[in-house]
């Protein structure tokens, strides 16, 4: 064998063992790619992003459960206050002031049939009622709840009954022995008080009417309201079972069995869906109440049979409607509660995911 022949097998050898030597190196780093444990930051990274969504989420879905539960009970609580002050005071003030004006019409010309104008004038119950006619005209310019239209109602009736003044008292000091001119000056009275349309009572009757219809909408729920306690409760739903998601999260995939901001975040979501809804659904069953007593007293304003008796029956009524619609403090008290509790599930969530969020699965630098 020559020289050449014995260099050319040793150079064919020593490539044959190299390339045994990488392909055993290559196998034996697949292998250990293989077998290799799975690595714990893709794992981490997957439940990172898991618990942000959730953060997310619990955020976005606690920004509009708020807003949707806060303005409805805002304007329901907004509307008993104004029934309250203004709406039942308005509705009983226009029923007494129309009775009291047809009782003092009334005395006027029993004071004539019993003689009594011939000595004292009307009488001191016509005087009584009067009064009790201009006081309550006075207390409805501020009271009442037409607005501009119930203002210009109010001072037509002023006028209207500055000219019924200037009929009644002749008819019962200056012509009380005169029977044609009395009767003359009691039908212009009984007209300026009575006539259709253009009287001072039909008027008032008029300017009720508008009240009524704002004492409606007062104490009655509009689709607005409804939709916006549909939305709050839907969301706060969802609230819950995104926090009962995020528990078990952090209990399967963190190992912590119970994380503090989000239970008690749990618990001011269950509080928002009971507590403000139960408290509207009382107070609209307050309204609803005080509306059909005040539609009581109207209709006690229109039966003129025995005016002694409606007058006491209207203000009886009143008396109850105003009880009825006293605030409650409880009541009051929820307002700022359901603010505490929004600001508590807009809050507590965020703080405890971000915990565990900067303490297990911090970004690497």
Not at 307 to 316: E, G, I, K, N, P
Not at 320 to 334: E, I, K, P, Y
Request: charge should be positive; aromatic fraction near 4%.
């Amino acid at each position: 064998m020559s020289i050449r022949t014995v260099v050319r097998n040793r150079a064919g050898a020593r490539n044959r063992a190299g390339v045994w030597s990488r392909n055993a190196a290559g196998a034996r780093a697949g292998a250990g790619a293989r077998t290799a444990p799975p690595g714990s930051a893709p794992y981490r990274s997957r439940t990172r992003r898991l618990l942000e969504r959730h953060r997310a989420a619990l955020l976005l879905v606690a920004l509009v459960s708020m807003g949707a539960l806060l303005l409805p009970y805002r304007q329901v609580q907004s509307a008993a206050g104004e029934m309250r002050t203004r709406g039942a005071p308005a509705v009983q003030g226009v029923a007494a002031t129309q009775l009291a004006l047809l009782r003092a019409h009334e005395e006027a010309k029993g004071s004539v049939a019993d003689r009594i104008a011939d000595v004292v004038g009307a009488g001191a119950r016509y005087e009584t009622q009067l009064a009790a006619a201009d006081q309550g005209l006075t207390r409805l310019a501020d009271v009442q709840i037409d607005g501009e239209r119930g203002r210009g109602a109010l001072e037509t009736v002023n006028g209207v009954l500055t000219s019924y003044s200037a009929s009644i008292t002749p008819a019962v000091t200056k012509y009380v022995s005169d029977d044609p001119m009395r009767e003359e000056k009691f039908a212009e009275a009984d007209t300026l008080l009575t006539r259709k349309d253009t009287g001072v009572v039909p008027r008032l009757d008029v300017l009720q009417g508008h009240q009524m219809e704002r004492v409606d909408r007062l104490s009655s729920a509009g689709p607005l309201q409804r939709v916006g306690w549909a939305v709050a409760e839907t969301g706060l739903l969802a609230m819950a079972l995104i926090t009962l998601s995020a528990l078990w999260v952090l209990r399967t995939r963190c190992g912590h069995s119970l994380d503090l901001c989000l239970l008690v975040s749990l618990a001011a979501t269950v509080f928002l869906a009971v507590v403000p809804l139960t408290a509207t659904v009382v107070t609209l069953d307050r309204l609803d109440t005080a509306r059909d007593g005040l539609a009581r007293i109207e209709r006690w304003a229109h039966d003129h049979t025995d005016l002694a008796r409606s007058q006491q029956a209207v203000t009886d009524e009143s008396a109850r409607v105003r009880a009825g619609l006293a605030a409650r403090d409880w009541q009051s008290g929820t307002y700022y509660g359901a603010l505490a509790g929004g600001v508590t599930i807009l809050l507590l969530p965020v703080i405890g995911l971000g915990r565990h969020l900067n303490t297990d699965y911090r970004r690497p630098g």
